[in-house]
Each structure stands twice: as C-alpha cells, then as structure tokens.
C-alpha cells in the first residue's frame, strides 16, 4: 500500500494583501508588496512616495500615483523629466514675435518689437500714430496709419508734402473750371463758380435766364425781348413809352384813318373803323350793301327737285350761307349749292317731307350781314297698293279687295263696268255680287283711290271673275285654233288665256 501527499496551493485563497503579490511553495506560500508599495504583503502594503527623488530637480513636475509616479518637463524645457529636461529655443517658430526680434532664454524667450509696433503679451502691434498724435500732419493734411509708420497728405486744393500745404489757386491755373458765363472765385482749399448776372446754374453750366418767360418785366403792353443774358422792352404798335411804360396812340385822330363812310372807333393799342348803316367792309373801304331778294315759296311733290335763288344788290362776292330753319345746309348727294357773285341757288333733289321748313339764304361781306327766307312744303302723295292683284270666285263666295294700309287716307273703289264710286272704305267686299240671268261669268277690273292732304294717289287695276256654280270649263268648246282643253275644279284660282277667235280669260 502506497501513501501519497499533495502540496496544498495557498495562493487560490488569496491570503496577501490586496497590493501584494502571492507566491506558493512547496507545504507554504509566500506574500511580497507589489513595486511602488512597502510593508509586511500579509497584512499590509501602502504606496511609496517616490517623488522626492524620482525627477530632474527644478526643471520638472512630478506627479505621484498608487503605486507609481511621473516626470514632466516644466514650460519651456523638453526631455522624459526622468533623467534629462533641456531648454526649448521658441525662436525657431517663425511665427513667434511678428514685427519684433526674438531672443531665446533658459525655459523662455523675449520679443523686441520693430519700430512703430508695440508689445502686447508675445505680440507685436501696430502704433497708430495718427490717434495718438494729431500734430503730425499739417492742419490742411490728412493722416494715414500704416503697417508700422504713417502718411501724410495734403487735402485736395492744396499742395506740399503733408506736413506742409499750402492752397491751391484753381481759377488761376484751370481758366476752364467754370462756365464761358460763370466766374471762379477762389477759396481755402477750393474755388467757387458762380454765373454771371442774367444767367443761371451752378457755375459750371449756366443758362440764359429768360427773363420774359420767367417774370416779364415789360409794360402789359410792350413786347420783351431775350437777348444773351439780357433782355429789351419795346411798346406794341399802337402803343407809345420806353416799353417799362407805354401809353395808348390814339389813331383816330389822324386824318383819313378810315373811310368817309365809317366811323372811328379808338380801341387798347388799335383802332376800328365801322362801316356806317347801309354799306358795308372793313371800313377802310365801304360799299353800299342795300338788298336781298328770294322767291316767295315753294309747294311741290316728294320726289321732285326744287330750287331757290338768292338775289343780292350790293358789293360784289359776297359769302353765302344757306340754312333750313336752324341748320346750316352744305353739298350732299340731295343737296347743291352755287355761288355766282351776287347771285347763289340752293337745289334739293329727290325731295322728301322732312325737307318741309323755313330756308334762309344769308348774304355777308365783312361784319355786315342781311337776310331772305321763304317756306317750303313738300307734299307726298299716297302710293296706293291693292290686294289680291287677281280674283277668281264662284258666285256667293266670300271675297274681299284691301286699298293701302296707311291710316288717315280717304279711300274711294271703281270698277270698269259701272260710273262713279262702288265703295269708300278700305275694305270691298264682293260676295253680294249677282251674276244677271244665264250669264256663267262675271269679269271686271277695280281699282281704288286713296286722298290725303297733299293729294291722291291711284292701285293699280285688279282682276276680278266670279263664275256661275255651273261653269266648269275655262274656255268655250267651239274654238277653232286646234287647242284641246281639259276641266279644272272651279274652286282652283288658275289663269289661261283662250285664242283670240274666240273664248275668253277664265
């Protein structure tokens, strides 16, 4: 029989410190603090400071931990902080001290700034010298910062080198500043342009001023004359002054004026001369001006052409103006006017009612005017129609002949077989018409006669048949031209016209 003996491993149960390392042996085990901490590893192991002596002195940070520690350069060095931290030299950076000169230092460096920058931190600014010091340019100067220094110019108008300006006299150097009408007027750093008396504008373009259409300072009763940037006044004709004041010429009182037959009017400026009563012109010269005469009227039919004429004893050519009570009349297709010296004739063809009124014929020469009328009337007559134009009934048959259809006509009906009037209203009746015994036919023509007022008017003739019940044949059997005829119902209208020989209408 065998016995064999294990090794119990300690380790799995953890016995050591949280911060220790455990290590099993044979029948034991054995506890030892991990690096970076100290004590007994069964019970205890705490962290060890190693900061005192782990670092570069002076020149690096360090930075203790459970365990453990760091080493850091401090600013301006570069290294591990362990064992070496050398200095860093910024002025390689060649963005570092824009606008100065860079001098590398242990663990820094310094900026020396250019002229005209200052220094604000590590930066090098711009001076403006033209904030801080108003006197570096001339009082007519401008001041102007630039990148490190500044520039002075003199304003417009005046010349030197900014720190000194003196004016500058345009109007004696530039002849053409203003314009041909302006003045120049110089001024501190400039010059004015100014037109001269009569015109306006800025100087630099000036206009005439017309004075006559702005504010005429003429006399009411003279003529204001625009010359270059003047202006003349001088007295309309009849009129006498200076054209600032102009009085009335009276022309009447200058012999032969006006005509022995006119008489002097003295007028604002003018005169007129009137043609006494009884002549007539423009009374310089004046002619007797005595009649007019026209026919005494006129009474025809529509249709027709009538015509009146003018008779003037006086000047001769005189103007003609021809008138239907209040219109003026002129040339249309109807209407035609001559003009023969003294004499004119109004003609109106195809006269109709409207053309009824009152006709002046005016007869003028100058202002001097005389006139005739005469009444005329147009008379229009009825146009008288008839309906039916042919009648063909059987005896007893209704039948009815119609005169017209205007109202307010006087109607009077005639026939061929009878003397006098058969009727005198616009309706005929003819069914009471009897044919005489034996006889198969009745045939005349009626007419009818309408009246107005102007006159009476005549229908043309109307047929009219009316046949027995009994007849029934249009035309006699004993014809001899050869026709053969055959029957129509009698109540048929129907016209056929037999042979001469013999036989009848029907």
Same mark, same amino acid.
């Given at each position: 029989?065998?016995?064999?003996?294990?090794?119990?491993?300690?380790?799995?149960?953890?016995?050591?410190?949280?911060?220790?390392?455990?290590?099993?042996?044979?029948?034991?085990?054995?506890?030892?603090?991990?690096?970076?901490?100290?004590?007994?590893?069964?019970?205890?192991?705490?962290?060890?400071?190693?900061?005192?002596?782990?670092?570069?002195?002076?020149?690096?940070?360090?930075?203790?931990?459970?365990? /453990?520690?760091?080493?850091?350069?401090?600013?301006?060095?570069?290294?591990?902080?362990?064992?070496?931290?050398?200095?860093?030299?910024?002025?390689?950076?060649?963005?570092?001290?824009?606008?100065?000169?860079?001098?590398?230092?242990?663990?820094?460096?310094?900026?020396?700034?250019?002229?005209?920058?200052?220094?604000?931190?590590?930066?090098?600014?711009?001076?403006?010298?033209?904030?801080?010091?108003?006197?570096?340019?001339?009082?007519?100067?401008?001041?102007?910062?630039?990148?490190?220094?500044?520039?002075?110019?003199?304003? /417009?108008?005046?010349?030197?080198?900014?720190?000194?300006?003196?004016?500058?006299? +345009?109007?004696?150097?530039?002849?053409?500043?203003?314009?041909?009408?302006?003045?120049?007027?110089?001024?501190?750093?400039?010059?004015?342009?100014?037109?001269?008396?009569?015109?306006?504008?800025?100087?630099?373009?000036?206009?005439?001023?017309?004075?006559?259409?702005?504010?005429?300072?003429?006399?009411?009763?003279?003529?204001?004359?625009?010359?270059?940037?003047?202006?003349?006044?001088?007295?309309?004709?009849?009129?006498?002054?200076?054209?600032?004041?102009?009085?009335?010429?009276?022309?009447?009182?200058?012999?032969?004026?006006?005509?022995?037959?006119?008489?002097?009017?003295?007028?604002?400026?003018?005169?007129?001369?009137?043609?006494?009563?009884?002549?007539?012109?423009?009374?310089?010269?004046?002619?007797?001006?005595?009649?007019?005469?026209?026919?005494?009227?006129?009474?025809?039919?529509?249709?027709?052409?009538?015509?009146?004429?003018?008779?003037?004893?006086?000047?001769?050519?005189?103007?003609?103006?021809?008138?239907?009570?209040?219109?003026?009349?002129?040339?249309?297709?109807?209407?035609?006017?001559?003009?023969?010296?003294?004499?004119?004739?109004?003609?109106?063809?195809?006269?109709?009612?409207?053309?009824?009124?009152?006709?002046?014929?005016?007869?003028?020469?100058?202002?001097?005017?005389?006139?005739?009328?005469?009444?005329?009337?147009?008379?229009?007559?009825?146009?008288?129609?008839?309906?039916?134009?042919?009648?063909?009934?059987?005896?007893?048959?209704?039948?009815?002949?119609?005169?017209?259809?205007? +109202?307010?006509?006087?109607?009077?009906?005639?026939?061929?077989?009878?003397?006098?009037?058969?009727?005198?209203?616009?309706?005929?009746?003819?069914?009471?018409?009897?044919?005489?015994?034996?006889?198969?036919?009745?045939?005349?023509?009626?007419?009818?006669?309408?009246?107005?007022?102007?006159?009476?008017?005549?229908?043309?003739?109307?047929?009219?048949?009316?046949? /027995?019940?009994?007849?029934? +044949?249009?035309?006699?059997?004993?014809?001899?031209?050869?026709?053969?005829?055959?029957?129509?119902?009698?109540?048929? /209208?129907?016209?056929?016209?037999?042979?001469?020989?013999?036989?009848?209408?029907?």
């Amino acid at each position: 029989m065998f016995i064999v003996i294990l090794d119990i491993d300690e380790c799995r149960l953890n016995p050591c410190h949280v911060n220790a390392d455990c290590s099993n042996d044979e029948g034991s085990y054995t506890c030892i603090c991990k690096a970076g901490y100290t004590g007994d590893a069964n019970n205890s192991c705490t962290d060890i400071d190693e900061c005192p002596d782990g670092c570069v002195a002076e020149i690096a940070t360090c930075t203790n931990a459970p365990g /453990s520690f760091s080493c850091q350069c401090i600013q301006g060095y570069q290294g591990d902080g362990h064992t070496a931290c050398s200095d860093i030299n910024e002025c390689v950076d060649s963005n570092i001290c824009l606008r100065g000169t860079c001098t590398n230092t242990n663990g820094s460096f310094s900026c020396t700034c250019n002229e005209g920058y200052m220094k604000q931190g590590n930066a090098c600014i711009d001076i403006d010298e033209c904030a801080e010091h108003s006197e570096l340019c001339h009082i007519n100067g401008t001041c102007s910062n630039s990148e490190g220094s500044y520039v002075c110019q003199c304003k /417009s108008g005046f010349t030197g080198n900014g720190k000194v300006c003196t004016d500058i006299d +345009e109007c004696a150097e530039h002849s053409e500043l203003c314009h041909i009408n302006g003045t120049c007027s110089n001024s501190e750093g400039s010059y004015v342009c100014q037109c001269k008396s009569g015109f306006t504008g800025n100087g630099k373009v000036c206009t005439d001023i017309m004075e006559c259409r702005a504010n005429n300072p003429c006399h009411a009763d003279a003529t204001c004359n625009e010359e270059l940037g003047s202006f003349t006044c001088v007295c309309k004709p009849g009129f006498t002054g200076d054209g600032l004041n102009c009085a009335n010429i009276d022309e009447c009182n200058q012999t032969g004026i006006c005509h022995a037959n006119a008489v002097c009017q003295d007028l604002h400026g003018t005169h007129h001369c009137n043609c006494k009563s009884g002549f007539i012109g423009d009374g310089k010269t004046c002619t007797a001006f005595t009649d007019i005469e026209m026919d005494v009227e006129y009474n025809g039919y529509a249709g027709d052409m009538f015509e009146i004429t003018c008779n003037v004893t006086g000047p001769s050519l005189p103007s003609f103006e021809w008138r239907k009570n209040n219109t003026i009349l002129s040339l249309s297709t109807r209407v035609k006017i001559e003009n023969n010296d003294q004499v004119s004739k109004l003609s109106v063809r195809k006269a109709v009612k409207s053309d009824s009124g009152d006709y002046y014929c005016i007869a003028s020469k100058g202002e001097d005017t005389i006139t005739s009328n005469l009444s005329v009337e147009v008379k229009v007559i009825p146009i008288v129609e008839v309906s039916p134009l042919y009648v063909a009934a059987t005896e007893g048959e209704p039948v009815t002949l119609m005169c017209g259809d205007e +109202e307010n006509l006087e109607i009077m009906w005639y026939n061929s077989k009878q003397s006098g009037s058969v009727g005198q209203s616009r309706e005929l009746d003819l069914s009471n018409i009897k044919l005489p015994g034996g006889d198969l036919r009745y045939a005349a023509e009626y007419w009818c006669v309408a009246k107005n007022s102007d006159g009476s008017g005549r229908s043309q003739n109307v047929a009219v048949h009316i046949l /027995s019940p009994d007849f029934d +044949e249009f035309c006699f059997e004993d014809n001899d031209s050869g026709y053969t005829w055959e029957k129509t119902p009698v109540d048929v /209208s129907v016209i056929e016209y037999c042979p001469t020989k013999k036989g009848t209408a029907c």
